[in-house]
């Protein structure tokens, strides 16, 4: 059963890392610096879609790596 829960941890944790830096990809502060940049690296621009998958993959991520590394109560 421990062997699970880590396999959840260790599964959680990129998802949980790619949601936010989609948040941080898409800061309404630097929405003009991110656009430089993406169009310097060829990256598509920072936009609404990126930051709802970014929020949606930020609230799963914690969620499975929440679930995983949680107590069990007898």
Known sequence: MARRRLLLVVAGLPVLLF?????????????????????THGLPPPSEGIQRLGMLLTA???????????RRTA
Do not use: E, F, K, P
Request: glycine fraction near 24%.
């Open 19 to 39: 949601g936010l830096g989609c948040l941080n990809y898409t800061d309404h502060l630097g929405w003009g610096h991110h656009t430089d940049v993406a169009a």
């Open 60 to 70: 799963v991520g914690g969620a499975i790596v929440g679930y995983g590394s949680a």
